[in-house]
């Protein structure tokens, strides 16, 4: 493998991981905001059980993903950070709005209600941001010189190829984080709170698909040359489709179990960030060599090489030092049965 | 107005408010140490409130410090690519450790809050730890950047192409280990004078015949002594990172100094306001040959004054003011510690209001050296983004209009900095000192069961 690769495939994960901890962050906002009214669910409660320890620790994976990019490949950061000035600074507005009424709504419970509205809203729109940054990488809307690039905002919000990913973006959003909340309500012995979220998850799924599908259908016209290369590897496109069946059979399939719960939603998270994984692989792939296209490419972006060897070199020893906070972060909040099963304690205050 | 004085005000105005809250972050999980170990010692209920109140207050703090931080960082990205670019080549290490710093704050402050009371009591004491040096291995690293900025190393530069480069030459740049101490030590003085303040401020309000009078004196006393004893380090590291100017930045040390003439023998002046048509500095006072001293040992070593320079490359002249709010607040802040300690832990002398009037205030002034000495040390450095070899103008974004932007950022701090003060209001209105000490008499309340 050489140095670019790597650098670029470091990066890929880095976002992938952003990307389903950031889905089920925001989602989960959104569905504790949706269900917020509904007193006698406990809906809200194990999203908002889910979402207090988690956001900080997404957050840094934003973080994390704006220093790798300009530690790998400052002269795509160059570009992205000219041409993405005003999307950016709009999600960094919502962003920050968002986190500390987040943090706000768990301490000020007499706010609790115009916070989760707000965390619940921008949990929608900042995805659809965020998404935004891809098309955008397909190099259409960037018109103007290196150096000097701008966003052409108009042509932008007028492709229906945009749009196709702002709904893929929503969607996904949505489905991965009922899921994820489905088998966390589950773990937690929330029957009722695990039925809304099947459900949501049964629904939202579906149509996350359609949405994938408008996706590459837009981008036969508007990116051919991404089309044509993902179609390359269309092998891993459909083992990414039968990826989706295993979740969806995880999620109808009756499971029998003496609560009297349907589904496997352990079976159907893993099946369905499986087939993230490896759809976004396939499409990681298809867009190289390209960062921007066509102006930024691996080569022309790529870092000081002693420079890649020193952070690719803490990037390793870091996270292995870290491994194990990680692994008792998980412990004690996706894990522990004390923490999962809060409800008497909160009913009671 | 142009769009680089815009770009500038914008990423200024972040830091600035940024600031406070990282500040803030770094020095409050000290003080919430300090008072679990002392707890630890005393057994005496009263700490471990105190270390309850201010990991809250630390937690909402959190809400504004973490998503300002979040900008900061995208923003230097977004408003200077021409300096990100060459970060990204030579002086990306600090940031990309600096990520581990923050998810181990992140990890452990999450744990912290909403698992304390399923840990033992050591446990707590080591997630609190780790926050404490999550926090300012963040503060470090940051400052790592900034004095690479002042004193770059480690690459070559040739019309704009970057070579030899070595990344751990540039990380140890010669001015790093004096800013990066004197950025924490300040963060620790200003933690503890802000605590201090609040605490001063409710025994004005509620006077010494009131139950919660000796809560706030104890927490008081704990912060004057840790806040005295880290402004008096300040000062003594101030001086150090002084001579590291005059070795390497002297336009910026005349600047602060007003300091026009070349000379040795040179005088330190304190106060007043720089004029640039007279070379002089107006109405301050002038304390003969102290500056050739403090800046090198001996009233000998010379000073290189502004005439040196070519004026374009001048910093702005009013720095001087910025530097002097600084370093008096420092020696005020050694003074009003010592004093309190003599007065009442020798004396054993009720501490009188006009004494708590001026402690309420100094929370408030550490914060303003905290903000005068990053804007001294900021625009100071102007017209480089990094010393003699990147201006801020080639930093830029060539976008235009951000007047609109720099709006919208303005009104969201404004909005963030109301919510912030409500929410702690709020809180604190409706949990006094008297419920949680009743909480913690009550073994089967858990303490910080509160807290989600
Ligand atoms: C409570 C806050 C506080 C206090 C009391 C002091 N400082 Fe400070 N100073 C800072 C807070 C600060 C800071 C905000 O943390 C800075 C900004 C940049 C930096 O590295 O630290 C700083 C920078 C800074 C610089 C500029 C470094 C640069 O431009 O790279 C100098 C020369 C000093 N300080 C010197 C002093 C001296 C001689 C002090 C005497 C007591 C002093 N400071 C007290
Ligand atoms: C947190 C405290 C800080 C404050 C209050 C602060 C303040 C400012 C201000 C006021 C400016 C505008 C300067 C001018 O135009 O005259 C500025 C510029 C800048 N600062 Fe800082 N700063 C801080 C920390 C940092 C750090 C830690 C870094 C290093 C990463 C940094 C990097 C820059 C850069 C790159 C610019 C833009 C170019 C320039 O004007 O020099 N700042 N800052
Ligand atoms: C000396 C000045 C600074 C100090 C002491 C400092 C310290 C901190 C601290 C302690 C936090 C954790 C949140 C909190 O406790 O409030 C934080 C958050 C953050 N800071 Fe700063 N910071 C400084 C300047 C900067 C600058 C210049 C940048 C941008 C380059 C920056 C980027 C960030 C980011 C991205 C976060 C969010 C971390 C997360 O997501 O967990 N900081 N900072």
């Not at chain 2, 690479?148 to 790093?176: L, Q, R, Y």
Request: neutral net charge; charged residues 15%; contains cysteine.
């Amino acid at each position: 493998m050489t140095d670019t690769i790597l650098a670029i495939t470091t990066l890929w994960l880095f976002v992938f991981f952003y990307s389903i901890l950031g889905t089920m962050d925001f989602g989960a906002g959104f569905w504790s905001f949706l269900y917020f009214n509904k007193e006698k669910t406990k809906v809200t409660n194990v999203a908002n059980r889910y979402l207090s320890p988690t956001w900080e620790v997404t957050n840094t994976f934003i973080v994390l993903l704006v220093i790798s990019l300009y530690a790998l490949f400052p002269g795509a950061a160059y570009t992205l950070g000219t041409v993405l000035l005003i999307p950016g600074s709009l999600i960094l507005l919502l962003l920050a709005i968002r986190s500390a009424f987040l943090v706000f709504s768990h301490i000020a419970t007499k706010y609790s209600k115009v916070l989760t509205y707000i965390s619940g809203i921008t949990g929608i729109i900042i995805p659809a941001l965020l998404i935004s940054v891809l098309p955008i990488s397909h190099g259409n809307y960037v018109e103007g010189e290196k150096g000097k690039e701008v966003l052409n905002l108009s042509a932008l919000f007028t492709s229906p190829h945009e749009y196709a990913f702002v709904g893929f973006g929503v969607f996904s959003t949505l489905f991965l984080s009922a899921l994820l909340l489905s088998d966390y309500s589950k773990e937690s012995n929330e029957v009722e709170a695990f039925k809304i979220y099947r459900k949501n998850a049964m629904i939202t799924g579906p149509i996350s698909l359609v949405f994938a599908i408008l996706v590459m259908w837009t981008m036969k016209s508007e990116a051919p040359w991404l089309f044509e290369n993902m179609m390359e590897h269309s092998s891993m496109l459909l083992l990414s489709v039968l990826f989706f069946v295993i979740g969806g059979i995880g999620l109808y399939l009756p499971y029998f179990s003496k609560r009297d719960v349907k589904g496997m939603p352990r079976l159907a998270v893993i099946a369905i960030v499986i087939q993230y994984f490896i759809a976004s692989f396939a499409y990681g792939r298809a867009h190289l060599p390209y960062i921007v296209y066509p102006i930024v490419t691996l080569e022309n972006s790529f870092t000081d090489p002693a420079t890649f060897r020193a952070v690719f070199i803490v990037i390793i020893i870091c996270s292995a030092i870290l491994l194990p906070g990680f692994y008792l972060f998980w412990r004690l909040f996706m894990k522990d049965k004390r923490y999962l099963s809060q409800q008497k304690q909160e009913s009671k205050k | 107005m142009d769009d680089l004085v815009i770009a500038r005000s914008l990423f200024g105005t972040t830091m600035g408010f940024h600031i406070i809250f990282a500040t803030l972050g770094v020095g409050l999980p000290l003080m919430m140490i300090i008072a679990e170990l002392m707890y630890q010692k005393t057994k005496d209920y009263h700490y471990v409130i105190m270390a309850k109140r201010w990991t809250k207050t630390f937690a909402i703090l959190l809400g504004v410090g973490i998503p300002t931080g979040t900008i900061a960082g995208t923003q230097l990205s977004l408003l200077w690519p021409g300096f990100m670019e060459v970060i990204g080549k030579v002086m990306v290490l600090p940031f990309q450790i600096e990520i581990y710093a923050f998810f181990l704050e992140a990890l452990f402050m999450s744990i912290y809050v909403y698992a304390a009371e399923r840990l033992p009591p050591w446990a707590r004491t080591l997630s609190l730890v780790l926050v404490a040096f999550g926090a300012m291995a963040s503060a470090v690293l940051i400052s790592n950047v900034h004095s690479f900025e002042g004193t770059p190393a480690g690459f070559k530069m040739e019309n704009g192409v970057i070579s030899d480069v070595h990344p751990w030459v540039a990380f140890f740049n010669p001015s790093f280990i004096v800013t990066a101490i004197h950025v924490v030590l300040t963060a620790y003085t200003t933690g503890a004078f802000v605590i201090a303040a609040v605490a001063a401020f409710k025994m004005l309000r509620i006077g010494p015949k009131n139950k919660d009078y000796l809560f706030h004196k104890k927490a008081l006393k704990i912060c004057v002594i840790t806040g005295g004893i880290f402004a008096l380090f300040t000062a003594l590291n101030g001086h150090v990172v002084t001579q590291k100017l005059h070795e390497y930045q002297p336009e910026k040390l005349a600047a602060a100094e007003g300091l026009f003439e070349t000379q040795d023998h040179a005088p330190l002046s304190l106060l007043g306001f720089t004029d640039r048509e007279t070379q002089e500095v107006k109405y301050g006072i002038e304390i003969p040959w102290a500056l050739s001293f403090l800046s090198g040992n001996s009233f000998d070593t010379e000073v290189i004054g502004l005439n040196d320079f070519p004026e374009e490359e001048w910093p702005p002249l009013f720095v001087h003011t910025l530097f002097n709010l600084m370093v008096i607040t420092g020696g005020m802040l050694i003074v009003l510690a010592l004093f309190i300690y003599l007065w009442n832990f020798r004396r054993k002398r009720e501490l009188p209001k006009w004494l708590l009037v001026i402690v309420v205030l100094s929370g408030p002034l550490a914060m303003m050296a905290i903000e005068s000495g990053w804007i001294f040390a900021c625009t100071g450095r102007q017209p480089w983004t990094i010393y003699r070899i990147l201006s801020t103008a080639d930093s830029a974004t060539t976008s235009t209009n951000l007047g609109p932007l720099f709006a919208s950022f303005a009104v969201v701090y404004a909005i963030l900095g109301i919510a912030v003060v409500s929410v702690l209001l709020y809180y604190f209105k409706r949990n006094t000192v008297q419920d949680d000490i009743y909480r913690a008499e009550q073994k089967g309340l858990p303490l910080y069961g509160s807290n989600s």
